[in-house]
């Protein structure tokens, strides 16, 4: 089980807190889950199990998590909870009605997520997402040897923010070959660091003639790019 994440995030003169844990390697789920005044507002659960079935390992389960984590603070700060806080807040009421409401709400926001049925924040999150895609771009930069049919070359992907400039962490990286004489086939993929950093060895395979390219392409929450070269 990774340690989680426990962040409060201020948000119009309010503090929320966004909790975000693992469920264990038994039960592989990353639950997050955003709180206001003791009450439960959201919950997103998520399964990591295909990264156990790809070998991955705690690194990627960590790298998700964060990922997760990040959207939820995103979508709060993007005011996408201001309608349930609305609906929390409410008129005036005594404090004991606010904490016993809230536990009743908890108790049905938790079941849900847990059972995966029900609202939770992937549409909004999906929203927040399509909204920042207009306003947002993601750069990727190739560095190290070149691909060579028949080699295996040592590259870096570096993730970054057209807009702001800065280094995109959590990117989820994929290197493809496409040709015109077999399938595609993906050499290599894994997830940019807090520097936006992914190092990776591609064994590109030997070919029998034909046109080539190895496509790395990347997608993140600031949007979704790729580089293409030919072989």
Same mark, same amino acid.
């Given at each position: 089980?990774i ?7 201020r948000?119009?003169? $309010?503090?929320?807190?966004? @909790?975000?844990?693992?469920k264990? %390697?038994?039960n592989?789920?990353i639950?997050?889950?955003?709180y206001?005044g003791g009450?439960?507002?959201?919950a997103k659960?998520?399964?990591?199990a295909? %990264?156990?079935?790809?070998?991955e !390992?705690?690194a990627? /389960? ?5 990922n ?7 979508a709060i700060?993007a005011?996408?909870?201001?309608g349930?806080?609305?609906?929390? /807040?409410g008129?005036?009421v005594?404090?004991e009605?606010? %904490?016993?409401d809230?536990r009743?709400a908890?108790?049905?926001?938790l079941?849900?997520? $847990?059972d995966?049925? !029900? ?8 929203d927040?997402?399509?909204? &920042?895609?207009?306003?947002e771009q993601?750069?990727l930069?190739?560095s190290?040897e070149a691909f060579a049919?028949?080699?295996?070359s ?5 993730a970054s923010?057209?807009?702001?400039g800065?280094p995109?962490a959590?990117?989820q990286v994929?290197?493809k070959?496409i040709s015109?004489?077999r &399938?595609?086939?993906v050499? !290599?993929?894994g997830?940019?660091d807090?520097?936006?950093l992914? $190092?990776?060895d591609?064994?590109?395979p030997?070919l029998?003639?034909g046109?080539?390219?190895v496509i790395v392409s990347a ?5 979704s790019? &790729?580089v293409? @070269?030919?072989l």
């Open positions: 089980m340690t989680g994440h426990n962040t409060d995030v948000y119009k003169e $309010r503090v929320f807190h966004v @909790q975000t844990e693992d264990g %390697l038994n592989p789920f639950e997050s889950v955003v206001f009450q439960v507002m959201a659960r998520a399964t990591y295909d %990264l156990l079935q790809q070998g !390992g705690s990627a /389960i960590s790298s998700r998590m964060d997760q984590h990040r959207m939820m603070i995103a700060r005011g996408k909870l201001d349930k806080l609305r609906d929390i /807040i008129p005036e005594s404090d009605t606010r %904490l016993a809230g009743t908890a108790a049905s926001l079941d849900q997520a $847990r995966d049925e !029900g609202p939770t924040l992937d549409q909004v999150i999906l927040y997402l399509t909204t &920042e895609a207009h306003h993601l750069a930069v190739l190290g049919a028949g080699r295996t040592r590259v870096a992907v570096r923010s057209v807009r702001s800065l995109v959590g990117a994929t290197v070959l015109t004489v &399938e595609p086939v050499l !290599g993929h997830t940019t807090d520097e936006g992914l $190092r990776v591609v064994a590109v030997t029998p003639g046109m080539a390219a997608t993140s929450l600031v949007g790019s &790729e293409k @070269q030919l």
